[in-house]
């Protein structure tokens, strides 16, 4: 605990209740920048966020809006300027805490003059493992992530993907009861992608808590259980991604034919979302507008196309956010 | 294996795989073959030439790797981002830090030893004897690297690797001649002057304290109560190095 997040006062007081993985508790990062450290960048603002056991948790947000500070001051790499950030109950500082936890940073950098397995061993001999049992555990983390073959090839001979790969592996070796992992499938590809997914699944299920950050959708929407939306350093949306997708009142998509887009906005509904195609327009309207929309086109001459439920994304959701946020999408706040 | 053996072990295996460590201990060892030449021209001080040229030959080159390791050794790790997996390690700072010195001084220790044992051979070669003041010479000289290495390694944990080996290699130069410092003060007529060669005096380690080459050279016996002084001279200004680069590394934010 640094004396920064000591002197600073919480939200509410913190106490090491249960087991929750990962407990934030107003959390602020702001650095200081220029050539005479004069200005500061609000990276990270109050945070509040809590994970429970065996939850995969996404944090969702533009560049810049706090997901890599917020995962750095978990993992102890930057000291917070406000606020507290506890792993099982405890602080990251602590050693038996981090023995817990296996971290893929975003873009790793690895000992470039080790090969795959000695840095996975390096590392497992960090965890405190030792013998046959850490021969073992490299030989399976390095099949599970792929890299069975590749193994004995020192790092510099990598590409991106292969130095994934092997940093995820690392990641695994202690058997982790919560796994961080930092833009996992960057640099990866199609295969990749779908391999890390599915280590992240199978991790699931073995009932590791997992924290990861991205700005790839899919990814959130395929993985998670819980999602917070950071942008501009703060959190803007939290909840389950069922919750926060079904909590939008309906809408209705259609494609309308031989009435222009004028007269449709003349008719006095209002859209969500209005395009003009290639001799048609797309139309979106809550559900409520869709019947005396329909009618309203239809008495005028207009032909439906298609009429069909519109879902709300989460990548609906991640635009709304980045809006409410007035426009404030990349970078902390500077002052 | 703990994790602190661990990294230390790593870290010599990293030096290990260095070309520039390989090509250094090449060197020395072809330079130190290479005294035989020298002895070529020496009539009756074989002896003399031998320990000076070899004692000097394994002092430049290993102070020189020495200055490289050390000032390289954090902030490279800074810049290529692989300090972010081994800080979220279950390992404090404190303990990286020092198990990265301790790979360092095991990689100087190791060549040391190497080159010590060529210069011998060169010795029992030409029927010369190995004296105390050679084994206290070669002692110091571990000495002078340890405080040098925590010097670099305290530079590197807030300067680049460039600023990191000027500023080491200028204390080096400024520690061998901190004596001369200090009597040049004595003899200013200005006060200021004076003030200002005594507290470069005292804020910088006396590196000479440490070097007994020139007693090995004319075989004049050190003192085992000189070299405990030595010993404790060197291993106070690495601590205090240390300390230094653990305070400055435990609030260092790696962004």
Request: hydrophobic residues 45%; aromatic residues 8%.
């Amino acid at each position: 605990m640094t004396a920064a997040s000591m002197m600073a006062a919480p939200a509410e007081p913190l106490v090491s209740e249960g087991s929750a993985p990962v407990r934030i508790r107003g959390l602020s990062k702001t650095y200081r920048v220029g050539f005479f450290l004069n200005k500061q960048v609000k990276a990270l603002q109050g945070l509040d966020l809590d994970i429970m056991s065996g939850q995969v948790y996404g944090l969702l947000g533009p560049n810049g809006a706090g997901k890599s500070t917020t995962i750095k001051l978990l993992m102890g790499l930057v000291r917070a300027s406000q606020g507290q950030a506890l792993l099982f109950g405890e602080s990251p500082d602590r050693p038996h805490v981090r023995r817990q936890v296996g971290f893929l940073p975003e873009n790793p950098s690895l000992y470039e003059y080790l090969t795959g397995r000695e840095f996975v061993t390096l590392a497992g001999r960090i965890f405190g493992l030792s013998g046959h049992d850490l021969d073992q555990r490299v030989e399976r983390v390095l099949g599970e992530v792929g890299m069975g073959r590749a193994s004995d090839l020192q790092i510099r001979r990598y590409s991106k993907g292969m130095v994934q790969r092997t940093a995820l592996a690392q990641a695994l070796i202690s058997g982790p009861r919560l796994l961080v992992l930092d833009e996992p499938t960057s640099g990866l590809d199609p295969l990749g992608r779908r391999q890390m997914r599915d280590i992240i699944l199978a991790e699931r299920e073995k009932g590791t808590t997992i924290l990861f950050c991205t700005h790839i959708i899919s990814d959130v929407e395929a993985l998670c259980d819980r999602v917070a939306v950071l942008v501009g350093g703060r959190r803007v949306q939290e909840g389950s991604v069922q919750e926060l997708v079904s909590a939008r009142a309906p809408s209705v998509e259609m494609v309308v034919q031989g009435l222009p887009l004028e007269q449709l906005q003349s008719l006095g509904f209002v859209y969500e979302q209005a395009q003009q195609l290639d001799g048609r327009v797309m139309l979106r309207v809550p559900d409520a507008d869709a019947h005396p929309l329909l009618q309203a086109i239809i008495n005028r001459g207009g032909r439906i196309n298609r009429v069909q439920p519109a879902r709300f994304s989460l990548e609906d959701l991640f635009l709304e956010a980045m809006k409410q946020a007035g426009g404030q999408t990349v970078g902390g706040e500077i002052q | 294996m703990g994790a602190f053996t661990a990294m230390a072990w790593n870290g010599f295996r990293e030096a290990r795989r260095n070309r520039v460590t390989v090509l250094v201990g090449a060197f020395a060892l072809v330079l130190l073959f290479a005294t035989t030449l020298v002895t070529e021209v020496t009539v009756s001080t074989f002896d003399r030439v031998v320990t000076d040229f070899g004692l000097g030959v394994m002092s430049l080159l290993l102070v020189f790797l020495s200055i490289y390791l050390s000032s390289g050794l954090l902030s490279r790790e800074i810049e290529r981002r692989t300090i972010f997996l081994m800080v979220s390690k279950p390992m404090s700072r404190s303990r990286f830090l020092l198990a990265r010195l301790a790979g360092n001084m095991l990689t100087l220790g190791v060549l040391l030893v190497a080159m010590t044992l060529l210069f011998w051979l060169q010795l029992v070669l030409n029927l010369a004897p190995i004296t105390q003041p050679q084994l206290a010479a070669l002692w110091g000289l571990y000495l002078e690297l340890f405080v040098l290495t925590s010097a670099g390694f305290l530079l590197s944990t807030f300067a680049s690797q460039l600023v990191s080996a000027l500023v080491t290699t200028g204390l080096y130069f400024a520690g061998h001649l901190s004596a001369d410092i200090y009597n040049l003060g004595t003899r200013s007529k200005s006060e200021l002057v004076a003030w200002i060669c005594k507290a470069t005096y005292y804020a910088l380690p006396n590196l000479e304290r440490l070097n007994f080459r020139p007693r090995a050279t004319y075989v004049l016996p050190v003192a085992a109560s000189e070299l405990a002084t030595a010993t404790l001279f060197a291993l106070g200004w690495g601590a205090l190095f240390c300390v230094l680069a653990t305070l400055v590394f435990e609030r260092r934010d790696f962004r």
